[in-house]
């Protein structure tokens, strides 16, 4: 492709690659989710505000762990992802309250 046409299709905003979009419009709205709610216990039938279903992206991460690219896995420990539903609960009723600490690295 031309470099003159490839300039002008990234100037309107192309998606050269949607399967990576898709991935990082999830991860914006997890990033989104932690902030307001200071955990990333995501239900599952979770919706933003503007209607994405985090609650299912968040699932689809948790089934894809084992061949998620390492990248992806590293940005989601970061913010603190729960990748074991039944563990979120555990700490949640251990503590006595919503806010999931990560545990120390100790």
């Known amino acids: 492709m031309p470099a003159q046409r490839k300039a002008r299709l990234d100037a309107l905003g192309f998606v050269w690659d949607p399967l990576f979009e898709q991935w990082e419009e999830g991860y914006r709205h997890l990033k989104a989710f ?7 216990r995501v ?3 979770y919706k933003s505000s ?3 279903r985090l609650g299912k992206w968040a699932d689809k991460q948790r ?3 084992s061949v998620m690219r390492p990248e992806r896995k590293a940005r989601l420990d970061d913010v603190g992802f729960v990748w074991r539903t039944s563990t979120a609960r555990v700490l949640k009723n ?3 309250t919503h806010r999931l600490s ?3 690295s100790a």
């Open 63 to 65: 089934t894809r762990k």
């Open 102 to 104: 990560r545990p120390s």
């Open 50 to 52: 503007d209607g994405y």
């Open 43 to 45: 239900p599952i039938d």
């Open 94 to 96: 251990q503590a006595g």
């Open 34 to 40: 932690v902030e307001e709610q200071g955990h990333c």
